[in-house]
């Protein structure tokens, strides 16, 4: 029944912010009584009868075959994201299975480990796809200061982002991140819809947060891969950065690291986190018989259904 709300959904909001001449149809006088196009239009425009469409619409995508809806795409101009989440929807539709189980890699490969502690120069922390930051290097602890920490993995990005008010203050284009972040956790649910944790999470946002629950209503999906972020951090004050995605394929995991302009402001005051960042190092060493790892953190033994 969830998928199919969620199809149902989806189209209507898809087909009601195309207008008319968008897709290139014949706009004729009086008051339309629909926002965007009309069922007959976009089953028109896909190449369907109406009474099909409406049942498309209606949130029954079982069987629908790739080229319908692939002309449904086109009709409802989606862009990559969207498209793709209107085939993960009508996989979901289709699946015979009561319930899928997925295990998540108890730990991270020790090469990936290496590699993130050998980004010394760049903040950067392992992701997994319910937004858990399960690892990070000592720069993005310095970065995230006060937020992120050994003790604090893993840390959820949605729920610091919707349910934690100092989210407000460290992100400074806090509505546009949010709305990214809403979107991109849309995409994970129409790739996973039987994931318990992932519906779990969402299931918190929406009864604690209006701001959650007035996004995830729009059905709006994104793919997460580079974004601009101006951050504010104590010492440094704001510093504006370049993060980008770096996807682990077969690991479920992302890297997500930080890079500023070459010679820029922002450069400079990462060179200040990277000395800040090895001295307060330093002393934690100096004052500690234990043996300390700039890299600290793995993915929890989570299983989905």
């Known amino acids: 029944m969830q998928n199919a709300d969620d199809v149902r959904e989806f189209l209507i909001s898809r087909r009601a912010r195309i207008t008319p001449a968008q897709a290139g149809l014949p706009a004729y006088g009086g008051t339309r009584r629909v926002a965007g196009l009309k069922r007959e239009e976009v089953a028109m425009l896909t190449g369907v009868s109406t009474e099909y469409y409406a049942k498309l619409e209606r949130g029954n995508l079982r069987g629908v075959s790739e080229s319908v809806l692939a002309s449904l795409a086109a009709a409802l101009q989606l862009d990559e994201a969207e498209r793709t989440h209107l085939f993960d929807l009508a996989r979901a539709a289709a699946s015979s299975k009561a319930s899928a189980t997925r295990r998540v890699r108890e730990e991270m490969r020790p090469s990936v480990e290496r590699i993130l502690a050998g980004m010394t120069g760049v903040p950067a922390y392992v992701r997994n796809s319910r937004m858990d930051i399960v690892a990070a290097n000592g720069l993005c602890f310095a970065l995230y200061t006060g937020i992120l920490s050994p003790e604090t993995l893993p840390l959820n990005l949605a729920r610091f982002m919707f349910l934690d008010p100092r989210s ?24 996973l819809p039987r994931d318990r944790a992932l519906n779990s999470l969402i299931g918190d946002l929406a009864a604690g947060s209006t701001e959650f629950s007035t996004r995830w209503a729009r059905h709006n999906v994104r793919f997460h891969r ?26 479920e995991l992302t890297i997500i690291a930080y890079t500023a302009e070459p010679g820029s402001h922002a450069q400079e005051q990462l060179d200040f986190l990277i000395s800040w960042s090895a001295t307060a190092q330093h002393q934690i060493e100096s004052t500690s018989d234990a043996p300390s790892t700039a890299v600290v953190g793995s993915p929890r033994d989570d299983r989905q259904d």
């Open 168 to 191: 407000r203050e460290f992100f400074l284009e806090w509505e546009t991140l949010a709305d990214d972040l809403a979107a991109a956790l849309r995409t994970e649910s129409g790739r």
């Open 226 to 251: 580079s974004a601009r972020k101006t951050l504010h951090h104590p010492l440094v004050g704001d510093i504006e950065l370049t993060g980008d995605a770096l996807d682990l394929p077969g690991e």
